[in-house]
């Protein structure tokens, strides 16, 4: 299965601030999704990356305040701009495996750990 | 909204079998029913899907009632080690991109 690294594993920044969160996948991979987990609750996601196109957004986020880059297929990063308080939370990479035996399956990575002082 | 609705917690014994019920009655045809746990602190980990017909793996077994509006995953033999926030979630097809989205899921504690 598709082994994911994420860089910072936590981070405490000053609101006003931004910080570029960074996802590395051991092989090359179609799809790359974003995930937001606040505190105390479940999985939502911010938007899906393909190589070489716009990222997708879901409703309630915006490329201003999230914007992605995906130079290639092993590589994404998520940008968290002009923190608040508010976006303190776990931040979540998933990739979708399309290969062998895990063919439809997405894996994640071990999340990001933010806190906006 | 999550089309998933799932009992917030459970408890179970170590050593007996977990099993945790799904509701998703508005599931359409071509959606497949995912299930993933995360332990805390971690991210979620994929453990099993279906379309219709029941699967099995080394982790557990899912089943799906026949009309499809509801399943079960069942941890044969639970340990301590499976204590952990399970979610049930559905996704499109077997197609790339299709998006999986998270309810509430169950917390299960394991229990010696």
């Known amino acids: 299965s598709a082994v994911i690294s994420q860089k910072p594993s936590r981070d405490i920044c000053q609101r006003g601030t931004s910080l570029t969160i960074q996802c590395q996948v051991d092989s090359q991979v179609t799809m790359m999704f974003w995930y937001r987990q606040q505190p105390g609750q479940s999985l939502t996601l911010i938007a899906t990356?393909?190589?070489?196109?716009?990222?997708?957004?879901e409703s309630g986020f915006v490329i201003d305040k999230f914007p992605i880059s995906r130079p290639n297929l092993t590589f994404s990063t998520l940008t968290v701009s002009n923190m608040s308080p508010e976006d303190s939370s776990i931040y979540l990479c998933?990739?979708?495996?399309?290969?062998?035996?895990?063919?439809?399956?997405?894996?994640f990575g071990p999340g990001t750990r933010l806190t906006v002082l | 909204d999550a089309k998933t609705t799932q009992p917030t917690s459970m408890d179970c014994a170590e050593g007996r079998a977990a099993n945790l019920p799904c509701n998703h009655s508005t599931i359409s045809g071509n959606e497949y029913v995912y299930w993933y746990r995360q332990i805390h602190s971690q991210g979620p980990q994929y453990i099993i899907h279906g379309l219709k017909n029941n699967e099995t793996n080394e982790m557990a077994s899912l089943i799906i009632t026949e009309d499809r509006k509801s399943s079960t995953l069942i941890l044969p033999h639970a340990t301590l080690r499976d204590t952990a926030v399970y979610y049930c979630t559905l996704k499109i097809g077997e197609t790339s991109g299709s998006r999986l989205t998270f309810g509430e899921g169950t917390q299960l504690t394991v229990n010696p």
């Open positions: 990356a393909n190589q070489g196109s716009e990222a997708t957004y």
């Open positions: 998933s990739v979708e495996d399309l290969s062998g035996r895990h063919y439809n399956e997405q894996f």
